[in-house]
């Protein structure tokens, strides 16, 4: 079952980092809101990982310019959708079917990871696979919308693989997880974007998921489920998501999802003419 709801959530700063801010931008003749500034090297409360966002100036035009890109700020119609839930839940499953049924709708946003590929992961389709001294360059030179630690491997959506959706004119999917999810929505990053989380029926089915990949050790399994139920918490919390779906079935659960999205993309020509 699919639960829509309003969003509110406060934006954070630090007021040094604010006052630096302030000051540059001040010399560039450049007038932002409060709610546009953005500490880099965000802690997250939890403990287990680190993110950090990029520093963004306002602008009232249809474009936001970043240290080292651009980044369309799409319409209403075109706002990117960014999807979230913990490890297991089947994100890529229903993020597949979603663009087999809408293929000339959606455009996937390809994350970079450090991790190990799984069985039937493809490189440049599933995640950008790299490895950590090469990411953390790309960390340096501030070529990611967001990125973050997570169990010893970084994750990252890129500016630049963003960017290609939108000029493709095509809706933007961002598959990212909690912590992504927080950067980008408490900077404002993507000011138009939909937010949608996945949930399991509970949280023993979860578990019988991710120990039925067989991939990790038993000390990984426990720490990866000790943070998804942190994020399930998160993520089913009143105004923190536009919508929340229940992955029990996957043909139910994808039904659901085009009710939700006729809601939020009405104008959408694919949607009109062949669903």
């Not at 790309?138 to 500016?159: P, W």
Request: contains cysteine.
């Amino acid at each position: 079952m699919s639960t829509l709801i309003p969003q509110s959530r406060p934006v954070r700063g630090s007021i040094g980092l604010g006052a630096v801010v302030l000051f540059i931008l001040a010399l560039s003749s450049i007038m932002v809101t409060e709610s546009r500034f953005l500490a880099f090297g965000l802690k997250r409360s939890s403990g287990y990982f680190v993110g950090s966002t990029r520093l963004r100036g306002g602008s009232s035009g249809p474009l936001s310019s970043w240290m080292d890109g651009v980044i369309t700020s799409p319409t209403s119609g075109d706002a990117p959708l960014i999807i979230t839930g913990p490890s297991g839940v089947g994100k890529g499953t229903i993020i597949g079917k979603m663009m087999n049924d809408f293929p000339n709708s959606f455009g996937f946003s390809v994350s970079h990871t450090t991790r190990l590929p799984r069985p039937g992961e493809i490189d440049g389709q599933h995640y950008h696979f790299t490895d950590k001294e090469t990411m953390q360059e790309m960390i340096r030179e501030g070529k990611f919308l967001e990125h973050a630690e997570v169990h010893s491997n970084f994750y990252g959506s890129s500016v630049a693989s963003v960017s290609d959706v939108q000029r493709s004119g095509r809706i933007c999917i961002l598959d990212i997880d909690v912590q992504g999810q927080r950067s980008v929505k408490s900077g404002g990053l993507l000011p138009s974007a939909k937010y949608l989380f996945i949930s399991p029926p509970s949280f023993e089915a979860l578990e019988a998921r991710l120990r039925g990949r067989g991939t990790e050790t038993e000390e990984a399994l426990e720490r990866r489920l000790g943070n998804a139920k942190a994020e399930i918490e998160y993520g089913t919390s009143q105004g923190v998501f536009d919508a929340v779906i229940v992955n029990d079935d996957l043909e139910t659960a994808s039904s659901e999802l085009k009710q939700i999205l006729h809601q939020w993309y009405p104008n959408h020509l694919e949607f009109s003419s062949s669903q």
